[in-house]
């Protein structure tokens, strides 16, 4: 069962605007994190936030936690034509047993449009 | 400096064949792990490892055996292929799984016919 839910499944823009993904999970978490994926390639990681934190920033990357709704969000400002691609939120907590695993959703689709 | 490295990139199977799907990174990290994508089913852990000579299944891991003699490489087993197991496979390995960035390869693309 997956643990985060990305919303929404797909989202198109103009180059230039904001894009914002959210995403709720059900359980306790230890940290969140995002990552992209171009078509075709592997994914590559973007930001982690700690369940303690509340908003972290990379570059044009902006992203807020929620512990007490079970949300994250993940804002791109300014985007651009090569920001196209998908987005996975990932989850550290523990599974059903005792491990402690990453669990990822099914993903948004952004497309920037030039 | 090379990553993850995953071979073959691509591979189609007959049902019932079985192969190995490599996978070795050079980050001296300690954890690795396996997962499947799935089109609108995210990415599902198939199996894992803490270190050398300690795996533990996932998710999904029926059908799949893995192992881990060495630090830099976790090969993936697919017993009797499936066409359930068409997907493609990822793998990735971290410093401090799961609570420091994750590392992946480009994916290998299995067809199961």
């Known amino acids: 069962s997956q643990q985060g839910e990305e919303d929404p499944q797909a989202l198109s823009i103009q180059e230039g605007e904001n894009a914002t993904m959210n995403c709720s999970y059900k359980t306790s978490i230890n940290n969140l994190q995002w990552y992209r994926q171009n078509s075709g390639r592997g994914l590559v990681h973007l930001i982690l936030i700690r369940s303690n934190e509340r908003e972290k920033h990379s570059g044009r990357l902006r992203v807020t936690l929620d512990t007490s709704k079970k949300s994250s969000s993940l804002l791109i400002t300014a985007s651009r034509a090569a920001d196209t691609a998908s987005y996975f939120c990932?989850?550290?907590?523990?599974?059903?047993?005792?491990?402690?695993?990453?669990?990822f959703g099914s993903g948004t689709q952004l497309t920037v449009l030039p | 400096n090379a990553g993850v490295t995953q071979t073959p990139k691509f591979q189609v199977l007959k049902t019932g064949q079985s192969m190995t799907l490599q996978c070795a990174q050079d980050m001296n990290h300690e954890y690795m792990s396996w997962y499947r994508q799935d089109p609108g089913m995210g990415l599902r852990l198939i199996h894992y490892s803490v270190g050398a000579g300690i795996t533990d299944q996932g998710e999904v891991p029926n059908g799949y055996n893995v192992s881990r003699s060495t630090t830099e490489d976790f090969p993936l087993r697919l017993l009797s292929a499936a066409p359930s197991q068409t997907s493609v496979y990822f793998c990735?390995?971290?410093?401090?799984?799961?609570?420091?960035?994750?590392?992946f390869g480009q994916g290998t693309r299995l067809t199961v016919v």
């Open positions: 990735a390995s971290s410093y401090s799984y799961p609570n420091t960035e994750a590392f």
């Open positions: 990932a989850t550290d907590a523990y599974s059903s047993g005792s491990a402690r695993q990453l669990t």
